[in-house]
């Protein structure tokens, strides 16, 4: 019996000490899996809170530029209107200088490099009425009212150099001192030449001029059906039967009013924008307005802003 007592308290001292090594282990394997999720756990927490702040930091971003966006905008125009203010002295004083300048109308010729433009001279000669063409509309006051018309442009055939009294013009003297086209002026819709198949004596002082520029929303010209919204001098001379170098001269008057039509400009008229740079500088003035304002709008903003944010 003694042996046998033995025996089982041998048993029970080796279960005891397995399942102490059993509870050993148990606890030790828990100690190891526990930091490793908490290190888990405070990285993934971490990362998640590194892209909040990332997108924070964007949509801040994004936010600022949509506040700021218009007086960004309105900065950027009111430098471009000074830039074109820029270009609008040049342009007059290039014209002025030309204007001192005198050639002789079959040298007239801006499109080929002969002449500046706004160069003076002389066009004496003879009308070709029957190639009459009309630029427009052009709406001008006549008499306090805005009346609609065009612009009226007429081949000549000049005087030959020489010519003399009673043979001025080519046509009747067979000398030809060559062709331009020479823009009369403004005349009203219902205005027609007195005989517009015939000729017409012409003695005018006038202005080297080259092509105008198309507008955006001026419709594109059309030879076959003579209509002309702008006034492009090669195309037109093309039509006549002309060189497409052929000089374009703008008939000019001392000032005052003209009393017939077509209505010539004044030599002030032609050296002149229709914006011009004073009134670019207005523009500026205003956008550059526009744009501090809109900027301190901004920074209201964003102040209210964070003052909100530091309350929540």
Excluded at 176 to 196: H, I, K, M, N, Q
Aim: positive net charge; aromatic residues 6%; proline residues 4%.
């Amino acid at each position: 019996m003694g042996d046998s007592h033995a025996c089982e308290r041998v048993k029970s001292m080796s279960s005891a000490r397995t399942a102490r090594l059993g509870a050993r282990a148990t606890s030790t394997a828990t100690t190891t899996i526990v930091p490793r999720a908490r290190a888990r756990f405070s990285s993934d927490a971490g990362e998640r809170a590194t892209r909040e702040v990332g997108n924070d930091a964007d949509a801040s971003v994004a936010w600022k530029t949509v506040l700021f966006l218009p007086s960004v905008v309105a900065f950027a125009l009111g430098t471009w209107q000074l830039d074109r203010r820029a270009e609008k002295v040049r342009a007059i004083e290039s014209r002025i200088e030309a204007g001192e300048r005198v050639v002789r109308a079959k040298d007239a010729s801006v499109e080929s490099g002969r002449a500046p433009e706004r160069a003076r001279t002389e066009v004496v000669g003879e009308l070709e009425l029957e190639k009459t063409a009309r630029v427009g509309p052009r709406a001008r006051v006549v008499r306090g009212v805005a009346t609609s018309g065009s612009l009226i442009v007429t081949p000549v055939r000049l005087r030959a150099e020489g010519g003399r009294s009673g043979g001025w013009f080519g046509r009747r003297t067979g000398a030809d001192g060559g062709r331009a086209l020479l823009v009369r002026g403004w005349a009203p819709d219902a205005w027609t030449d007195a005989s517009p198949s015939g000729g017409a004596c012409v003695k005018t002082f006038g202005v080297a001029r080259s092509s105008e520029r198309r507008g955006t929303f001026t419709p594109e010209n059309d030879p076959e059906r003579d209509r002309w919204y702008w006034l492009d001098a090669a195309a037109l001379a093309e039509s006549r039967g002309l060189p497409r170098d052929v000089p374009l001269v703008h008939a000019t008057r001392e000032g005052g009013e003209d009393s017939q039509y077509p209505i010539r400009a004044t030599r002030e008229e032609l050296m002149t924008f229709p914006v011009s740079p004073e009134k670019h500088m207005g523009y500026a003035l205003t956008w550059f307005t526009l744009s501090g304002f809109t900027a301190a709008l901004a920074a209201a903003r964003m102040r209210r802003g964070r003052l909100v944010s530091g309350m929540i």
